[in-house]
Antibody
């Protein structure tokens, strides 16, 4: 059974940082692209970042370029999202997602507020 | 960026009756490999999204056959042949032809 368990969300002040983690199991992690997708009531679903096999390429949505970094550790089947210079508009539930949406985690809430 | 537009945004349906959701993209989703990268997701209340269909019409494992996808190029449709109570939720189309992958606004399906 595929399991994706996100962690690391929470309340942070504007300008602060958070690191999200996603522990994956039940599939061959090393063979899949991995992604972070976020959801807000106002903007719906947004594909935040994507990382290809072995971290060979990464893509980011425009509004997070230069602030967020996606990475993966294939040795421990874990995906990460380092989020710096956080803004109130980054407030969302962040999901760890396999490939083109094959599987989703339960999500972790990030709230950016003073 | 490719813009995905869904209609309707709200869809009240009667149990046992069919339902249909449309999705259009601002450019063709036909890739050079011959595949069309259009996906459909279902999000039940309080749950994470779940993919139902990929490449326009291929159902994911475990998805009931009352769900079907069709279309080509820039116009696509998700059909539910007979709506059941468990189908209540929000349905999203999404393309994955080029970065950034983008979603439609979502269609809320509810029972009349």
């Amino acid at each position: 059974e595929v399991q994706l368990v996100e962690s690391g969300g929470g309340l942070v002040q504007p300008g602060g940082s958070l690191r999200l983690s996603c522990a994956a199991s039940g599939f061959n992690f090393i063979n899949y692209w991995m992604n972070w997708v976020r959801q807000t009531p106002g903007k719906g679903l947004e594909w935040v970042a994507n990382i290809k096999l072995h971290g060979s390429e990464m893509y980011y949505m425009d509004s997070v370029k230069g602030r967020f970094t996606i990475s993966r550790d294939d040795a421990v089947n874990t995906l990460y999202l380092q989020m710096n210079s956080l803004r109130p508009e980054d407030t969302a539930v962040y999901y760890c997602v396999v490939n083109r949406g094959d599987y989703w985690g339960q999500g972790t809430l990030v709230t950016v507020s003073s | 960026d490719v813009v995905m537009t869904q209609s309707p945004l709200s869809l009240p349906v009667t149990l046992g009756q069919p339902a249909s959701i449309s999705c259009s993209s601002s450019q063709s989703l036909l890739y050079s490999d011959g595949d069309t990268y259009l996906n459909w997701f279902q999000q039940r209340p309080g749950q994470s999204p779940r993919r139902l269909i990929y490449k326009v019409s291929i159902r994911d494992s475990g998805v009931p056959d009352r769900f079907s996808g069709s279309g080509s190029g820039t116009d696509f449709t998700l059909k539910i042949s007979r709506v059941e109570a468990e189908d209540v939720g929000i349905y999203y189309c999404m393309h994955s032809i080029q970065w950034p992958w983008t979603f439609g606004q979502g269609t809320k399906v509810e029972i009349k």
